[in-house]
């Protein structure tokens, strides 16, 4: 009898697509935005734009990468 490794015995996640993740995460970030606001003086639609430039970088660099190694591409 061959030994299974819970690793190939597991059943695969499913893996969410990245932008549905970044999106998400920059709708948890916006309640932070009215204090970010008031320390750095500089309007929320400012800094949810750099935020949301923030994750467009992200999400055609490294969490490209990442998310084929997560699918297994």
């Keep these: 009898m061959s030994t299974i490794t819970a690793r190939q015995s597991a059943p695969r996640l499913p893996v969410p697509q990245l932008r549905q993740t970044l ?5 948890s970030l916006q309640p932070f935005f009215e204090d970010l606001s008031v320390t750095s003086g500089r309007s929320k639609q400012d ?22 190694r997560l699918i297994g591409i």
């Design 23 to 27: 999106d998400a995460y920059l709708e």
């Design 47 to 68: 800094i949810a734009a750099e935020r949301k430039a923030w994750a467009d970088d992200f999400e055609n660099g490294l969490g490209k990468l990442c998310q084929n």
